[in-house]
């Protein structure tokens, strides 16, 4: 499969000078099959949903879009998604199921209609269907995706684990471990549902928002960091990190610095063999810092 990460940033979107190389979008990630012209599958829909609209060849978006919660840095693409707003376009739009029992497009309207929004979701042109999602295995657009929900802050908030059959990608973009206790390295649990979603996998893509001595202070608004990223792609034996949703403010020298400080284990690192990885078990996953517009082949 074909991984096009459309947009990296977390919490708002970060335009400027100083913010060009890893980019400013917000949370989305397109997938397509080997050998498919345009994605069928994107994780999440942040403003980093507007690049898909340049994938799809001019045509429309017939696909599904998984949401992994509803923050405005996973939803505030939606309705400037050119590609899906459209006549032609047939989209399923899947959210976490709320705890509440609220319907996925009602959960969706509070934060996209009026006087926040012009419209609501069904203002969207196009087919578009909307509905929830408990945890657990569910086919999507020939992709085999497992759901598992990851602690967050404020909200039900979901990891994706995507498989075409042949490699896996591992989605997990905002993640709270430190609610589950300090762990073994006080950067938080490496708890089962992140473990099972990334065991082995070829790329986990994985909240990055904090370095390990931002924890302390700044943990508790629902993030992880990049050193737990790490430490949870080499425990469960994924072959690849990728360091995603980074803070607003972390500028591209900084990210640089983030790169430079997981070099050690990078590129020239010896690489653990697809599928060798086991959970529990230290590997050396090859660590790189997302940037927007990156394409990755699995
Ligand atoms: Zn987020
Ligand atoms: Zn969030």
Redesign the pocket.
């Known amino acids: 499969m074909r991984i096009h990460l459309c947009g990296v940033r977390?919490?708002t979107p970060a335009p400027g000078a100083e913010f060009l190389r890893y980019g400013g979008h917000?949370?989305s990630v397109a997938i397509s099959h080997a050998g498919a012209a345009t994605p069928a599958l994107v994780l999440?829909a942040?403003t980093g949903l507007r690049r898909v609209t340049s994938l799809l060849g001019g045509g429309p978006f017939t696909g599904t879009i998984l949401l992994?919660?509803l923050?405005?840095?996973?939803v505030h693409g939606l309705p400037f998604f050119r590609g899906g707003d459209r006549d032609d376009a047939r989209v399923t739009l899947l959210l976490p199921a709320q705890e509440s029992g609220e319907s996925a497009a009602a959960a969706l309207a509070r934060g996209m209609s009026p006087p926040h929004f012009p419209i609501g979701p069904g203002g969207l042109r196009g087919d578009w269907t909307f509905a929830s999602l408990s945890p657990g295995p569910l086919k999507a657009e020939g992709f085999t995706v497992e759901a598992r929900e990851v602690p967050?802050k404020g909200g039900r908030t979901f990891g994706y684990r995507v498989s075409d059959g042949h490699s896996v990608v591992t989605y997990i973009?905002?993640h709270c471990p430190t609610a589950l206790g300090p762990g073994p390295d006080g950067l938080g649990e490496y708890h089962p549902a992140a473990l099972d979603l990334a065991a082995g996998t070829d790329l986990l893509i994985h909240?990055a928002?904090l370095f390990a001595p931002e924890v302390p202070a700044e943990a508790a608004f629902?993030?992880a960091a990049a050193e737990y990223a790490a430490g949870l792609g080499a425990r469960a034996g994924a072959r690849r990190v990728a360091l995603a949703?980074h803070k607003p403010d972390r500028t591209d020298d900084e990210l640089e610095e983030m790169a430079r400080s997981f070099a050690p284990r990078g590129p020239a690192a010896p690489q653990l063999p697809p599928g060798l990885g086991s959970p529990g078990l230290p590997g050396t996953p090859e660590i790189f810092v997302a940037a927007e517009g990156g394409i990755l082949e699995l």
């Open positions: 977390g919490s917000t949370s999440d942040g992994t919660h923050h405005w840095d996973h967050h973009p905002d909240d928002f629902g993030h949703h």
